[in-house]
């Protein structure tokens, strides 16, 4: 069975940092593209970053830049995203995604998602 398991939510003070894991198991992710989503209460999920096969190369939702970063370990079939300067309107649930795609600058996500993981931001 394919799981996708996120963990690292909380409560945290604006300004704060966190970093969330996504554990995948039942088959390796190393040949997906990986990403993060997240959708805060009374809107649609949004895409947050996601990150090449190889761990390389990474794109960011203008929100986000420069503040959080997605990084991968192949070998743990496992990705992260380090949040650093949170602000209360990153307060949303986090989802991962395995097999996001590229299409027309759109990221969109893939078959497999994880449960979500809370992150609340307090101002």
């Known amino acids: 069975q394919v799981q996708l398991v996120e963990s690292g939510g909380g409560l945290v003070q604006a300004g704060g940092s966190l970093r969330l894991s996504c554990a995948a198991s039942?088959?390796?992710?190393?040949?997906?593209?990986m990403g993060w989503f997240r959708q805060a209460p009374g809107k649609e999920r949004e895409f947050v970053a996601t990150i090449s096969m190889n761990g390389l190369y990474s794109y960011y939702a203008d929100s986000v830049k420069g503040r959080f970063t997605i990084f991968r370990d192949n070998a743990q079939n496992t990705v992260y995203l380090r949040m650093n300067s949170l602000k209360p309107e990153d307060t949303a649930v986090y989802y991962c995604?395995?097999?996001?795609?590229?299409?027309?600058?759109?990221?969109?996500?893939?078959?497999?998602w994880g449960q979500g993981t809370q992150v609340t931001v307090s101002s």
């Open positions: 995604n395995a097999g996001v795609t590229n299409y027309n600058g759109r990221q969109n996500p893939g078959n497999y």
């Open positions: 039942g088959r390796t992710f190393s040949g997906d593209r």
